[in-house]
């Protein structure tokens, strides 16, 4: 526990020191964001990288798709009896068209309260195209990588994975709820039976050293935040080589 909580205090006082540099990859909307650093990312990207990793080839003429904001399940599509419905997450995606293909997928997410910064660059062969589709709101379940069109009461599959999971091409939002609160037991269950499982296989000692779910969480809080900052370092850093 206590390593954790050092690992913790050294993520945060290294984001602090951070804060002023970072702030250069860092704009007040997501539109705004996305017209002043989308290109210079996906061409560092191809030009650094071998642009096969991201389904490309070196060329820079890179356009991009209208911004779509992303919403998830909230919590009562995971409770019998309540009304499910699907929340915003402040996160921004858009396809990456190059020479006029969709070819891949850049987001903005908001880093505080209206600042916006570098989210992520990075999909299947699948997903770029799927998003032109949309026409109702963008919706993400994480857990299966899925992806759905919703139009206030249906859900549209919009990938293989997304078929997949509600086995078909569409499904209700009631079919939907059941499906996750199914889902999410049967995980709990795992969890629970795992527990007991390995129970006795802990000493007092060792339980004592087990870090927290919380300290766990504010961790991953400090990693993400530092993304943006490590990603002006690697534009830096290769700015000054090239010259």
């Known amino acids: 526990m206590q390593r954790m909580t050092s690992l913790f205090i ?3 006082g290294l984001l602090a020191s951070t804060t ?5 990859m860092t704009e007040s909307s997501a539109e705004r964001f996305a017209d002043e650093h989308f290109y210079d990312i996906v061409v560092d990207h191809i030009q650094g990288d071998d642009p096969t990793y991201y389904h490309m080839n070196d060329s820079e003429n890179i356009t991009f798709g209208p911004l779509l904001e992303t919403y998830i399940p909230s919590s009562s599509c995971y409770k019998t009896g309540e009304t499910c419905t699907f929340v915003p997450i402040k ?3 858009a396809t990456v068209f190059q020479d006029d293909e969709p ?3 850049i987001g903005t ?3 505080s309260a209206n600042t916006y910064a ?3 660059f990075g999909s299947d062969k699948e997903t770029p195209k799927a998003l032109m589709n949309v026409k109702g709101d963008l919706v993400k379940y994480t857990e299966e990588s899925a992806w759905f069109d919703y139009d206030g009461d249906m859900l549209t599959a919009l ?3 997304s078929k997949q999971m509600i086995s078909g091409d569409a499904i209700s939002t009631e079919a939907f709820q059941t499906l996750l609160i199914e889902e999410h037991e049967s995980i709990e269950g795992n969890a629970e039976e795992g527990m007991m499982d390995g129970a006795d296989g802990y000493s007092d000692e060792e339980e004592s050293n087990k870090p927290t779910s919380s300290t766990n969480r504010l961790i991953g809080i400090a990693v993400l935040a530092m993304l943006p900052f490590g990603y002006w370092t690697y534009r830096r850093t290769k700015k000054r080589h090239s010259k």
């Open 10 to 12: 050294c993520c945060i």
């Open 20 to 24: 002023t540099v970072s702030a250069e």
């Open 91 to 93: 996160e921004f995606v």
């Open 103 to 105: 070819v891949n997928v």
């Open 109 to 111: 997410y908001e880093q």
């Open 118 to 120: 570098f989210s992520t």
């Open 159 to 161: 990938t293989s994975n």
